[in-house]
């Protein structure tokens, strides 16, 4: 994990060009660099690149041109199972939709993670059994997540995340399918999260949550930043 007294930035985009095809190019010669500790907030209209950004950084596509490094590893060089192993141990993702296995528990949801990275399952446990118990779903641990309301599956979600402890937590659009109450407490829980020294790169069209959890935020508009400025409050 990235020492936060490192001037180095935890991701590092740098000259990145995108295409798809003969169209406009998703991104332009994009270049953005996020230091750890930071909650960056990515907003932008639909087609800006926020998409193809949040994936290239994910190692789940590889730019046109540039380079991207995220916790010093050129994550563009990857090939398919190193990326795999990238994504097991150096980022977090949280989505939308919860993408949660509704046939496992929640503890069992929870534990996936450390074990498709081999961790002993006594530590892996012990490890889910702290996060639910911090994210207020100890409760639910042997419930299915069809049982749960979204604002707890999405909690459940993020304890996934975080179950191998990693530099990044990606959050895409994570209060978009929840009613006002669960978005709130979804907000309260990421804003917690980076207040205890978690990087998070948020992307959304929710100026609210971008508002209440983003220490800076950038716009995206036809593949290029329009605005990168830091919040003012939180």
Not at 31 to 57: C, D, F, Q, W
Not at 75 to 100: C, K, P, W
Not at 168 to 194: K, Y
């Amino acid at each position: 994990m990235t020492d936060p007294r490192n001037d180095d930035p935890l991701i590092d985009v740098h000259d990145v060009t995108k295409a798809y095809g003969e169209g406009p190019h998703a991104l332009a010669g994009l270049t953005l660099r996020v230091r750890a500790g930071e909650a960056l907030a990515v907003l932008g209209p639909s087609g800006s690149g926020k998409s193809t950004l949040l994936n290239l950084i994910a190692g789940l596509d590889r730019p046109t041109s540039g380079s991207v490094t995220v916790d010093g590893v050129r994550v563009d060089r990857l090939n398919e199972t190193a990326s795999a192993t990238y994504r097991r141990s150096r980022i977090g993702m949280v989505f939308q939709f919860f993408n949660l296995l509704d046939d496992l528990t929640v503890m069992e949801n929870v534990l996936l993670p450390a074990q498709l990275s081999g961790t002993p399952r006594a530590r892996a446990t012990a490890r889910a059994g702290e996060l639910l118990a911090r994210l207020g779903i100890e409760r639910h641990a042997r419930n299915r997540p069809g049982s749960l309301s979204g604002g707890e599956r999405q909690r459940v979600a993020v304890a996934r995340a975080l179950m191998n402890r990693p530099p990044l937590l990606i959050a895409d659009e994570p209060t978009g399918a929840l009613d006002s109450a669960s978005g709130a407490g979804v907000r309260d829980l990421l804003r917690e999260l980076n207040a205890d020294g978690q990087t998070i790169l948020l992307v959304t069209h929710d100026l609210t949550l971008a508002g209440s959890c983003a220490t800076r935020t950038v716009e995206l508009v036809d593949g290029r930043i329009a605005r990168d400025v830091p919040a003012v409050t939180r």
